[in-house]
Protein backbone atom coordinates (compact mmCIF):
# COMPACT_ATOMS: atom_id res chain seq x y z
CA UNK A 1 0.00 0.00 0.00
CA UNK A 2 1.37 3.31 -1.06
CA UNK A 3 1.73 6.60 1.60
CA UNK A 4 0.38 9.31 0.45
CA UNK A 5 2.51 12.76 0.07
CA UNK A 6 1.79 13.57 3.33
CA UNK A 7 2.57 10.38 4.69
CA UNK A 8 -0.53 8.68 5.82
CA UNK A 9 -2.70 6.10 4.02
CA UNK A 10 -5.12 7.78 1.45
CA UNK A 11 -7.74 4.84 2.16
CA UNK A 12 -8.18 5.21 5.49
CA UNK A 13 -10.96 3.75 6.88
CA UNK A 14 -12.06 2.06 3.64
CA UNK A 15 -9.46 -1.23 3.91
CA UNK A 16 -11.53 -4.12 3.25
CA UNK A 17 -10.21 -8.03 4.59
CA UNK A 18 -8.33 -9.97 2.60
CA UNK A 19 -8.56 -13.64 1.20
CA UNK A 20 -5.69 -15.12 2.26
CA UNK A 21 -6.56 -18.76 1.34
CA UNK A 22 -9.09 -20.40 -0.81
CA UNK A 23 -9.81 -24.33 -1.07
CA UNK A 24 -10.39 -26.53 -4.25
CA UNK A 25 -13.81 -27.66 -4.60
CA UNK A 26 -12.65 -31.15 -4.92
CA UNK A 27 -11.44 -30.77 -1.09
CA UNK A 28 -14.77 -28.76 -0.36
CA UNK A 29 -17.09 -31.70 -1.23
CA UNK A 30 -14.66 -33.80 0.80
CA UNK A 31 -14.79 -31.39 3.37
CA UNK A 32 -18.74 -30.90 3.39
CA UNK A 33 -19.09 -34.90 2.30
CA UNK A 34 -20.52 -34.42 -0.91
CA UNK A 35 -20.62 -35.69 -4.67
CA UNK A 36 -18.22 -33.20 -6.39
CA UNK A 37 -19.62 -33.61 -9.78
CA UNK A 38 -22.87 -31.83 -7.45
CA UNK A 39 -20.69 -28.94 -6.40
CA UNK A 40 -19.34 -27.97 -9.33
CA UNK A 41 -22.91 -28.08 -10.88
CA UNK A 42 -24.15 -25.54 -8.46
CA UNK A 43 -21.09 -23.28 -8.56
CA UNK A 44 -20.92 -23.26 -12.27
CA UNK A 45 -23.12 -20.79 -12.49
CA UNK A 46 -21.83 -17.99 -10.17
CA UNK A 47 -24.84 -16.70 -9.86
CA UNK A 48 -25.70 -18.95 -6.74
CA UNK A 49 -23.14 -17.78 -4.22
CA UNK A 50 -21.84 -14.11 -3.78
CA UNK A 51 -19.39 -12.59 -5.95
CA UNK A 52 -16.02 -13.23 -5.31
CA UNK A 53 -16.83 -16.76 -2.99
CA UNK A 54 -16.18 -18.30 -6.32
CA UNK A 55 -12.30 -18.21 -7.07
CA UNK A 56 -10.77 -19.28 -10.47
CA UNK A 57 -6.92 -20.49 -9.68
CA UNK A 58 -5.09 -21.19 -13.24
CA UNK A 59 -2.30 -23.64 -12.61
CA UNK A 60 -1.19 -23.62 -15.95
CA UNK A 61 -2.03 -22.88 -19.82
CA UNK A 62 -4.63 -26.03 -19.95
CA UNK A 63 -5.70 -26.17 -16.07
CA UNK A 64 -8.03 -24.38 -14.49
CA UNK A 65 -9.48 -25.26 -10.96
CA UNK A 66 -12.07 -23.84 -9.04
CA UNK A 67 -11.84 -22.86 -5.39
CA UNK A 68 -13.85 -21.59 -2.92
CA UNK A 69 -13.49 -18.96 -0.03
CA UNK A 70 -14.16 -19.94 3.37
CA UNK A 71 -17.46 -17.66 2.94
CA UNK A 72 -17.96 -19.37 -0.20
CA UNK A 73 -17.83 -22.78 1.42
CA UNK A 74 -20.35 -21.70 4.46
CA UNK A 75 -22.88 -20.17 1.92
CA UNK A 76 -22.95 -23.40 -0.12
CA UNK A 77 -23.24 -25.02 3.04
CA UNK A 78 -26.02 -23.55 4.53
CA UNK A 79 -27.65 -23.54 0.69
CA UNK A 80 -27.52 -27.32 0.18
CA UNK A 81 -28.78 -27.91 4.64
CA UNK A 82 -31.75 -25.56 3.78
CA UNK A 83 -32.71 -28.07 0.37
CA UNK A 84 -32.27 -31.37 1.99
CA UNK A 85 -35.61 -30.22 4.90
CA UNK A 86 -37.43 -32.48 2.64
CA UNK A 87 -37.35 -34.66 -0.55
CA UNK A 88 -39.48 -32.32 -2.08
CA UNK A 89 -37.36 -29.07 -1.62
CA UNK A 90 -34.27 -31.54 -2.40
CA UNK A 91 -35.29 -32.45 -5.63
CA UNK A 92 -37.16 -28.12 -6.12
CA UNK A 93 -33.56 -26.90 -5.38
CA UNK A 94 -31.96 -29.62 -8.19
CA UNK A 95 -33.82 -29.00 -10.64
CA UNK A 96 -33.64 -25.42 -10.28
CA UNK A 97 -29.88 -24.97 -9.31
CA UNK A 98 -28.56 -27.62 -11.27
CA UNK A 99 -28.91 -27.70 -15.04
CA UNK A 100 -27.23 -30.75 -15.73
CA UNK A 101 -30.72 -33.48 -16.21
CA UNK A 102 -28.26 -36.51 -16.03
CA UNK A 103 -27.08 -35.91 -12.71
CA UNK A 104 -30.12 -34.64 -11.21
CA UNK A 105 -32.29 -37.82 -11.89
CA UNK A 106 -28.99 -39.54 -11.04
CA UNK A 107 -28.52 -37.57 -7.50
CA UNK A 108 -32.45 -38.01 -7.22
CA UNK A 109 -32.44 -41.70 -7.60
CA UNK A 110 -30.37 -41.81 -4.56
CA UNK A 111 -32.43 -39.05 -1.89
CA UNK A 112 -34.43 -40.82 0.40
CA UNK A 113 -38.22 -40.76 -0.30
Known amino acids: MEL ?41 NDDNLTYGNIVSVYASPDETL ?12 DMIHAARISTKTWHTFL ?8 LVTQIKAKSPR
Open 4 to 44: GTNGRCPFKGRLMAVVTHVRTINHVAKMLGENVALLQAIIC
Open 66 to 77: TALTDDGIEELK
Open 95 to 102: DHFVDDVN
